[in-house]
């Protein structure tokens, strides 16, 4: 997502851009089976006395895979986004080199303010790491596969390991 920034001069001048971007290929992603939906986005744009502040909003509808019983699921992911962009009009000075790369921020060249990298790299740290269809998922048989959210199996659990067997002789014979 481009932005045309030439028409912010002042500090505390604005813009807000709002727009439904094409589904982002996500599908290679562990878990993410698909995208459902375009990826909205409305962002701030503010003309700092350093340089520019974005922050703004994304939503985005997924189809995910359960972490426990494997099924696919619709998950809405929403989220907040924002970084500030320095300008680089200028060489930095040897000294200051180092404390620009210890800087979290993102350096912008031109008119021009790219923030793909920041929705994409924000998308990423707001899929759940471990997504499940709901709450109190019961995940699958370990026996027969059996999804135990839909019904419930006669497979006994709490069968011991075979090669843990010699282990329980040890504490019986104590």
């Known amino acids: 997502m481009q932005i045309n920034i030439a028409g912010l001069k002042d500090d505390g001048d604005f813009i807000v851009v709002s727009e439904d971007l094409r589904k982002p290929d996500l599908a290679e992603l562990p878990g993410i089976e698909g995208v459902n939906s375009p990826l909205s986005v409305e ?70 303010l790219d923030i793909s990298g920041l929705i994409e790299e924000s998308i990423l740290l707001a899929i759940p790491m471990k997504a499940t269809c709901q709450e109190k998922c019961q995940g699958i048989c370990p026996e027969c596969g059996q999804v135990l959210n839909e019904k419930t199996c006669q497979c006994e659990i709490d069968k011991p390991d075979l090669r843990l067997a010699p282990l329980a002789d040890l504490f019986k014979k104590q």
Do not use: H, M
């Open 43 to 112: 962002v701030t744009i503010t003309k700092t006395d350093k340089g520019f502040l974005v922050q703004g909003e994304f939503q985005i509808e997924l189809q995910l895979i359960c972490n426990r019983c494997l099924t696919s699921f619709k998950y809405q992911l929403a989220a907040r986004i924002g970084d500030e962009y320095l300008p680089n009009w200028k060489e930095p000075a040897e000294n200051e080199l180092d404390e620009l790369l210890n800087e979290p921020n993102i350096i912008l060249r031109g008119n021009v």
